[in-house]
């Protein structure tokens, strides 16, 4: 579903000059040109860092570093022009690849440059003239949604220029935001050396901008091109781009895992929660009959019609990633006795590890005592060691309350459980 859901979306992808050195930047552009075949808008922003390095320690010569920001002095402004048009040449003749025998066979892309971003100086800040240094003024972004318009691919180097002719060296990632902001891209995609983990070293799979912001407060140790890239990231989602995304780009086939899977393959950041766990609403009917039918087929749940749905569905609460029902469960509230139900509680196979269940679970409790109950109850065929485990004690159909005892199956033989619960 998400080839077609892409489709004709414009995408501003960024990535740095280490990846154009390596050997296996070929195959990013394979991926990239076959983003391009299945009808994404595509606005490519390459770095120059290592490529601008190598000129300089040629010439004996080194980039000036203050307060992490670099001065670009008339030399240092030659060899990033010289490196800015090597490594542009170098993507468009790798985009113009058409052997027979390869990937690209057959892929005629289009790729055009140009003077699409007006620059300003960044100036003197704390007393350091940091010269042909410059920041993002505003973007053509007329020109360059023609060129989209046309089918072509845009191809952006990290320079800037000003109505006085001035050229300004500037920062991919800001550029890349730049442009994903004014042209209102449908995604913003950063190619990194690393990968965005946590404390524990595991991968953070989503953020709000507000909790980017927070790990950029709290993580000093982040190295500079992730703080750039994820302050980039948060900036773009606050003004206009829904997704951002920041993905390893040693991983083969990133790009392609990232958008046509649900899971992806990286750090999404996004205006909205990814993952959601809300009230279920009439349109999640066939996604919650899709993900318990599964479980009724094998007997684990008792057959629930769409009209039985439809009709509880205010009864029920879901967790949705990225459009897709991966958990539900249900409460049916018992007043007299003081009692609910917790009923079809289920969690998709691909994320029962992930303590979702636990979540539902918690989420139902708090909403039974807000209703005043005392006691939750389940019943249940295959299930009865997770409750147990989560406080649920054995108990008689008699304890049950006097409709639902009336409505028990006693050809079905359910145990029941209650758990008493604590303010």
């Known amino acids: 579903p998400y080839i077609h859901a892409h489709r004709g979306s414009t995408v501003v992808l960024a990535f740095g000059g280490e990846a154009v050195q390596e050997k296996e930047f070929s195959h990013l552009i394979h991926d ?34 203050i307060n992490g920001m670099r001065v670009t002095d008339e030399h240092t402004l030659l060899c990033v022009k010289e490196a800015a048009g090597t490594v542009r040449v ?51 972004t007329t020109a360059l949604q023609q060129r989209l318009d046309a089918g072509a691919m845009v191809l952006i180097s990290p320079l800037g220029y000003s109505p006085t002719g001035e050229v300004f060296n500037l920062n991919a990632a ?20 690393n990968k965005l983990v946590d404390s524990r070293r ?34 773009a989602c606050r003004h206009g781009v829904s997704r951002t995304h920041i993905l390893p780009r040693k991983q083969d086939g990133v790009l392609l895992t990232e958008l046509f899977t649900r899971d992806g ?19 999640d009917a066939t996604g919650i009959l899709e993900l318990i039918r599964p479980l009724e087929e094998a007997g684990v749940l008792v057959r629930r019609s769409r009209e039985y749905i439809e009709t509880e569905i205010g009864q029920f609460i879901v967790i949705e990633r990225d459009g897709a029902i991966i958990g539900c469960a ?22 029962q590890k992930g303590g979702r269940g636990d979540q539902l679970l918690g989420h139902m409790q708090q909403q039974a005592l807000a209703l005043g109950l005392k006691q939750l109850f389940v019943l249940t065929t295959r299930t009865a060691h997770w409750f147990r485990e989560r406080g649920f004690v054995p108990a008689a159909v008699s304890e049950l309350p006097g409709k639902r005892k009336d409505l028990y199956n006693w050809q079905r033989n359910s145990k029941v459980f209650i758990k008493h619960l604590e303010q």
């Not at 003077?115 to 350091?128: E, H």
């Not at 800001?174 to 050396?193: G, M, Q, R, S, W």
């Not at 393959?265 to 349109?283: F, H, P």
Request: glycine content about 6%; proline content about 3%; overall charge negative.
């Open 174 to 193: 800001d550029v890349a935001a730049a442009i994903a902001t004014e042209i209102k891209a449908d995604k913003l995609i950063f190619l990194t050396d």
């Open 330 to 351: 249900a409460l049916y509230p018992f007043t007299e006795e003081k009692m609910a139900e917790l009923a079809c509680l289920v969690i998709h196979p691909d994320y």
């Open 265 to 283: 393959s990286g750090t999404l950041i996004t205006a909205e929660q990814w993952e959601t766990l809300r009230q279920a609403s009439i349109d």
């Open 32 to 65: 990239i040109a076959l983003l391009h075949s299945l009808g994404l808008r595509l606005v490519l922003v390459h770095g120059t860092r290592p490529q601008i390095e190598e000129r300089l320690s040629l010439r004996g010569a080194a980039m000036q570093i």
């Open 90 to 140: 170098e993507i468009e003749a790798l985009l113009s690849t058409g052997l027979a025998n390869s990937p690209m066979s057959g892929a005629q892309i289009s790729v055009d440059s140009g003077n699409f971003v007006t620059a300003k100086p960044l100036g003197i800040i704390d007393g350091v003239d940091y010269q042909h240094t410059g920041e993002v003024r505003r973007i053509n």
């Open 202 to 235: 595991k991968l953070i799979e989503s953020l709000v901008p507000a909790e980017a912001d927070a790990l950029l407060r709290r993580r000093k140790s982040l190295d500079e091109q992730l703080r750039r890239v994820l302050a980039n990231a948060a900036c």
